[in-house]
């Protein structure tokens, strides 16, 4: 054993993403009339055992989510990963991490494919045009792609 000192970890640093999450996995659980044991008893029949003290850190945000968690406790509680790290207002203003302060609607928006988070300030409909299909192209998978002025929601080609 070495003479130096373990240094500490740092304190997990939460964002506002985190916060996001925590409430809509409380708000969508107790929607569903679920208890966090009953929540923790179907994450661990989806293969993803995670202890009902856990779920309760996660909603307290004492602990982290990590993309895995994120997925089966969107599969458990039968709703979008978006879902989760979006809040569930689009009227609001919110914070996306990394991002910055958006319109909650432009964050569903970027979530679901229809337009890039953030957008020029002074752009003609050509340029948005261009924008949109760039983004809508990278963004979606092979046959999911429908562009500016197609259908409401993604096409199956």
Known sequence: MTS??????????????AATVAANVRRIRERR???IYALSGALEKAGRPIAASAVAKIERMERQVTVDDLMALSVVLGVSPATLLLPADSRIDTEIT???QVHARDAWMWAWCREPLRMPEHFDEEV???????????SRPLGMYSGPGGADGPSVD
């Open 4 to 17: 130096e000192k373990r240094r500490p970890r740092p304190a997990t640093q939460y964002g506002p993403t």
């Open 33 to 35: 009339g679920l208890t």
């Open 98 to 100: 990394g991002g910055g």
């Open 128 to 138: 948005y045009d261009r924008l949109v299909a760039e983004f809508m192209l990278i």
